[in-house]
């Protein structure tokens, strides 16, 4: 059968199913005749129709078959090349049935004079409800072709199946193990917590009700019009300075570029749409052509590489139907956890906070700026979960445990039971630092330790009074301009500065200046002149830009100093390397200060300036700038990563490296030795000073203040007050003048004997 035949078999086909399903005939009556239309248009011996009922197979329709097996010939799911084909999700196409492994012989059939089989799953919302097969009395493989026109046959199946209500959805969820019982999956901790809710996805899967098409000329016109947009979307990603700093994305977005424009697959869908079928069930069609063919490869970046064609007709299927809203815009009817490939910080915000339990992400990294904003809104995150599309389904329950880093699937009533036991201590110890809300934080010894806490957004603020935080010891800046779409003005930006003053009363806030570049790039501002970047963390970015960029951070500088008028602003400059860098971003801001003057505006009482340690290279000139210093922040996420030469957003090196090394801990000490003299306030910024075994180790080398995360900040302030600060300081010195084996188990078995919860 030549591909003009096929495409003409199937044709045929479809326009005698089309008369078929618009017949008043009783369902069972229209299978019978599905039958008959499909073996005569593919001119087979044999042609059956096995549908989903009570968990089994049962045959429903047959031409070639005995009329007796009907309703009577049933089989399990995996029994039988029926049952393999139904329980795998795959195509058959056998020259000699018998040969096969999972032949089942079934006499009543009188199936013993045909040899060769071929037979595809009915698939309906990517789930098998049947099987459609044909057999011939010949040994032969059927051609590619003719597999193909099965396949667009069971397609209208699926549709007339749905429609008559032959097969009970809800038993549908029981073909595959993987998509009924439970199953546990692990992926890399971004944010840890612990959460329940019901699985939905950022992007909805489309939902094809209509296959056959009315108007062939229509469909292709709409699935034209719908891959020149599609087209258009890739390009215009990869003019976005976002897919120009190297590494994964560089890489996905040429996948991306190269199935787009890939004309064996475009090809492919519109033979489909030639045959008959709907744009939209054409896409579809291809795709399940794609899955199985999926299934067979065991090469995992090939695999990979099908992963992304998936995302990309997903796409497409997308545009032709017109369903380009997320999850977000139709509104979370329950407590959810979020499903996505990679999620942006402004796509997150647009959810509802209160029924928003979880994140999992396809992909997704530790520097990602969406877990930046998780983080800050206390939802746990997991990702590297390459897998999830395959073995979730929208509305299935989810038990998301960011502290162990796995995630289960239809958890079975005892795992349910077990998590929320987990879950009820976890909220019992969150009441108790709740209550710790108005208690400072003052050592066994009468030390007061500065709790901080970190924000980035308006709606961070609240957060300070909730949790009893002396301030804001870190307000990035660059959030305002991640979620917006355009450079924020400076009228908005003097807004959201002053508004958060004004949320934080007489409490203080550190304004951290504009920190974008690296892995926070602005699709509106190519800051590198468009120029690919080895090694991005270490590249353009931060102070660097701002000082070239001066007019952004003349902007700024106005905007804070408008924003703080008649208080004590607080201003710190990122990734500052040479103490020039902190004289060339202090003398922008002093010159703006002498404008307004020269405006007559109200100005700041008082002005603090201060730089963040990132670059181990500051650690050796602290000396000469700790005189022109209010205060210095210590940023440990990009300090580790300096120190040890890692990118900590490399999957292999994420958790490779600790944070309680000695390394680390010699490095701050040394900084503290460094500042020794000078009233310089000194804060650990970051991750590492809101986990409980990591802030007792800051507070043994001498560190009294930590900006943290808000929900952080119940825990060390519980911690501070069970610590006895002249015993930690000795264990601590002790431990960095002769180093144990593994600091990190050291430090913990101290705690231990001492009875202070570390976890």
């Not at 329709?61 to 009329?67: C, S, V």
């Not at 120029?531 to 500088?557: F, S, T, Y």
């Amino acid at each position: 059968m030549t591909v003009t035949s096929a495409v003409s078999a199937a044709r045929t086909i479809l326009t005698r199913l089309h008369d078929v399903m618009a017949s008043r005939s009783h369902a069972q009556a229209k299978l019978n005749q599905v039958v008959e239309i499909i073996g005569e248009g593919l001119d087979s011996e044999v042609c059956s129709i096995y549908l989903l009922r009570e968990g089994q197979l049962e045959l429903f329709a047959t031409k070639g078959l005995a009329q007796e097996a009907v309703h009577v010939t049933r089989m399990a799911i995996g029994e039988g090349l029926v049952g393999t084909i139904a329980g795998n999700v795959e195509t058959l196409n056998l020259a000699e049935a018998t040969a096969h492994p999972d032949f089942s012989f079934r006499p009543e059939t009188g199936e013993e004079k045909f040899h060769s089989f071929a037979g595809v799953p009915i698939v309906r919302r990517e789930r098998s409800v049947g099987v459609l097969c044909v057999q011939h009395a010949d040994p032969r493989r059927y051609e590619e072709v003719e597999i193909e026109a099965l396949q667009t046959v069971a397609m209208v199946l699926s549709e007339l199946i749905a429609n008559a209500e032959l097969v009970d959805e809800e038993e549908v969820a029981g073909l595959s193990p993987q998509l009924s019982g439970p199953q546990r999956l692990t992926g890399l901790s971004l944010v840890k917590g612990l959460a329940a809710g019901s699985a939905v996805f950022h992007q909805p899967r489309i939902t094809i009700e209509h296959v056959m098409a009315e108007d062939r000329d229509a469909e292709l016109q709409r699935v034209y019009l719908a891959f020149d947009k599609m087209r258009e979307q890739i390009d215009r990603m990869a003019s976005q300075a976002e897919f120009g700093v190297g590494g994964e994305h560089e890489e996905v977005l040429e996948t991306y570029r190269m199935f787009a424009y890939d004309e064996g697959w475009s090809r492919r869908i519109i033979e489909a749409i030639d045959s008959g079928l709907t744009a939209e069930a054409a896409i579809e069609r291809v795709q399940q052509r794609t899955r199985m063919r999926m299934r067979q490869i065991d090469d995992p970046l090939l695999a990979d590489r099908m992963h992304d064609l998936e995302d990309l007709s997903n796409r497409l299927l997308r545009i032709v139907s017109g369903q380009m809203g997320t999850a977000a815009s139709m509104g979370l009817r329950g407590d959810t956890i979020l499903i996505a490939r990679n999620l942006g910080p402004a796509e997150l915000l647009e959810y509802d906070k209160r029924r928003l339990k979880g994140v999992l992400l396809e992909e997704g990294s530790l520097t990602a700026h969406v877990v930046i904003v998780a983080r800050a809104m206390g939802i746990p995150v997991l990702g590297r979960l390459r897998s999830l599309r395959g073995m979730v389904r929208d509305g299935d329950q989810l038990l998301l445990d960011g502290d162990q880093g796995t995630v289960t699937v239809r958890p079975l009533p005892a795992m349910t039971e077990a998590f929320e036991a987990r879950f009820a201590k976890s909220k019992e110890r969150q009441a108790a630092y709740a209550a710790l809300r108005e208690v400072e934080p003052f050592t066994r010894d009468g030390t007061r330790v500065t709790v901080l806490m970190n924000a980035g957004l308006r709606d961070d603020m609240p957060n300070l009074s909730l949790t009893g935080a002396d301030g804001v010891g870190l307000f990035r800046t660059e959030f305002q301009f991640l979620v917006s779409a355009t450079l924020p003005a400076r009228e908005r930006q003097t807004r959201l500065y002053r508004d958060v003053l004004d949320a934080a009363g007489d409490k203080p806030v550190v304004f951290r200046t504009v920190d974008i570049g690296g892995d926070k790039v602005l699709p509106y501002l190519r800051h590198n002149n468009g120029e690919h970047e080895e090694n991005p963390a270490m590249g353009w970015r931060a102070l660097r830009v701002a000082l070239e960029r001066d007019g952004l951070l003349k902007v700024q500088a106005r905007s804070l100093l408008e924003a703080a008028a008649g208080r004590t602003l607080n201003v710190m400059f990122p990734m500052v390397s040479e103490p020039w860098e902190f004289d060339a971003a202090r003398e922008v801001f002093e010159s703006q200060r002498k404008f307004l003057k020269g405006q007559k505006k109200l100005l700041p009482e008082a002005i603090r300036y201060g730089a963040m340690l990132e670059v181990p290279a500051l650690a050796e000139q602290l000396d000469v700038l700790a005189p022109k210093l209010s205060f210095l922040s210590i940023g440990t996420n990009d300090l580790t990563q300096f120190l040890f030469a890692a990118d900590r957003s490399h999957t292999k090196l994420a958790e490779r490296y600790d944070w309680l090394s000695t390394s680390i801990m010699r490095f701050l000490k040394r900084v503290q030795l460094n500042l020794a003299g000078h009233t310089v306030d000194v804060t650990v910024c970051g991750e590492m000073g809101g986990r409980r075994l990591e802030a007792l180790a800051l507070l043994g080398i001498g560190i009294r203040r930590l900006s943290i995360t808000p929900a952080s900040v119940g825990p060390i302030k519980e911690l501070v007050r069970k610590i006895d600060l002249a015993e930690i300081t000795a264990a601590m010195n002790q431990w960095l003048l002769s180093p144990p084996p593994n600091l990190r188990a050291a430090l913990t078995q101290w705690a231990e004997d001492r009875g202070i919860e570390v976890e």
